[in-house]
């Protein structure tokens, strides 16, 4: 019995279909095959088309070892980052893995530290050990140019995601922060509010200047004066939303509206005026950046601004695994993504 199943395994095996077979009988060379598994251009339609039948007819499934070997780098797509906020960063990795569902694909997560002299090299010795496919750099580090030089020098394909223009749009994912945040403040100025207060991001992060940037410019389009202790520098965390909402709400007067950089802020920011006894949205009205979950879940439900930072993973990773050389899949992916109000019940006229 144990040498039927033996002999069983082994012509299970020897039928399994290989490369040779799928060449004999598309009628073209080893070669062919492996350009059209490898997607390479230096195809016409016909050839390729023919190839993929026959692949598709015989179940010929390529060898993952091989394929990374031909092409010397592991199918791979890394996440690099430095971002305080772990709900970001879940989410682009819930948009990658959309777009990486299906392929030969898989997401490795490199934390690093931006601040560290060695980050750099720490960048280089790990793209060098994983020999990746390709990286999506989340912000702040992917607005530091010379990460990104270095994945060119590398070899390493890259997509940036951020706030502004960063890059060419092979290479970007980027979102219009500072008018979307224009747009949430002249919503608490048609509202009535004059007192509005911004907690905004930390130093060094491009989203943090372009959305004090919007805030600014809608407070001057009303021709509005605030003073400077009107704006608070938070951490995008719930404990420095906390701390920045305390400061200001004990200033003279306080603020009847303040707009949060994040929605971990904002939270604080609720949390923080019922501890006072405050009531959003009579006493105080608050609005958020993100629309994360926490937006919906606490009460009352957050106005925030809703931030697509899942279809931006999502298209980031689909310009990365376009094949080599081949650049209509990404032309073809998106690299600007609005930002959108989203209304719910935090907001209300101020108290004359």
């Not at 492996?34 to 050839?47: C, D, G, Q």
């Not at 420095?240 to 904002?266: K, V």
């Not at 919906?296 to 106005?303: E, G, K, N, Q």
Request: with cysteine; glycine share 6%.
């Amino acid at each position: 019995m144990a040498e039927q199943d033996k002999a069983s395994s082994t012509a299970k095996r020897a039928a399994k279909p290989t490369i040779n077979d799928v060449a004999r009988l598309a009628g073209v060379s080893k070669k062919t095959v492996s350009r059209v598994i490898n997607r390479s251009t230096l195809l016409n339609s016909e050839t390729r088309e023919r190839v993929e039948q026959v692949i598709a007819e015989l179940g010929y499934v390529p060898n993952p070892q091989a394929r990374a070997l031909a092409l010397r780098r592991n199918f791979l797509i890394g996440l690099i980052h430095d971002n305080p906020n772990a709900q970001t960063v879940l989410n682009v990795q819930q948009g990658i893995l959309e777009a990486l569902q299906g392929t030969e694909f898989e997401l490795v997560v490199r934390p690093v530290d931006r601040r560290s002299p060695l980050m750099l090299e720490d960048v280089r010795a790990f793209l060098n050990r994983q020999r990746l496919f390709g990286v999506l750099l989340l912000p702040p580090i992917s607005e530091n140019d010379v990460l990104a030089n270095l994945c060119d020098e590398l070899g390493c394909r890259y997509v940036r995601m951020g706030s502004a223009q960063l890059d060419d749009p092979e290479h970007l994912v980027a979102s219009n922060d500072r008018e979307a945040v224009r747009e949430a403040t002249t919503y608490l100025v048609d509202q009535g509010h004059r007192l509005i207060a911004l907690i905004e991001g930390p130093r060094g992060f491009r989203s943090a200047a372009e959305r004090r940037a919007g805030f600014e410019q809608a407070i001057e389009a009303a021709g509005i004066e605030l003073p400077r202790n009107y704006i608070a520098e938070g951490n995008y965390t719930f404990e420095s939303g906390i701390e920045a909402a305390n400061r200001l709400l004990d200033l003279g007067p306080p603020p009847t509206a303040i707009f949060a950089s994040n929605d971990e802020m904002a939270a604080g920011v609720v949390h923080a005026a019922n501890q006072r006894g405050l009531s959003v949205p009579e006493n105080l009205s608050v609005i958020g950046f993100d629309d994360t979950a926490i937006a919906a879940h606490i009460w009352p439900p957050l106005t925030t601004v809703r931030w697509p930072i899942i279809p931006m993973a999502r298209s980031a990773a689909l310009k990365l695994v376009g094949s080599p050389g081949d650049r209509t899949k990404a032309a073809a992916e998106p690299s600007f993504f609005l930002s959108s109000l989203v209304r719910r019940a935090s907001v209300a006229p101020p108290r004359q």
